[in-house]
């Protein structure tokens, strides 16, 4: 699985707007994971059967933080 990206969004849309539907977009992402979770905490997988999804679902938070601090610096400019 290669590592989750950020979005594109149209250049029309300027800042915040923009990081806020990165956000939306990479949360929704994240969302389709949560299944891997409920599994390995019911003992039905392993971290190891998931091991890939895993490594992609940490791309996608890494995003979603590289995110947030975009939000926060844009709040304090």
């Given at each position: 699985m290669?590592?989750y990206t950020?979005?594109?969004?149209p250049?029309?849309v300027?800042?915040?707007?923009?990081?806020?539907?990165?956000?939306?977009?990479a949360?929704?992402?994240?969302a389709k994971?949560?299944?891997?979770?409920?599994?390995?905490?019911m003992?039905?997988?392993?971290?190891?059967d998931?091991?890939?999804?895993?490594?992609y679902?940490?791309?996608i938070r890494?995003?979603?933080?590289?995110?947030?601090e975009?939000?926060?610096?844009y709040?304090?400019?």
């Open positions: 290669d590592s950020r979005i594109d969004v250049k029309e300027k800042e915040p707007d923009k990081y806020y539907i990165q956000l939306d977009a949360k929704q992402e994240i994971y949560d299944y891997i979770g409920i599994k390995i905490a003992g039905v997988a392993t971290t190891e998931y091991s890939e999804e895993i490594e679902t940490e791309s890494q995003v979603i933080r590289d995110i947030q975009d939000i926060d610096n709040k304090e400019s």
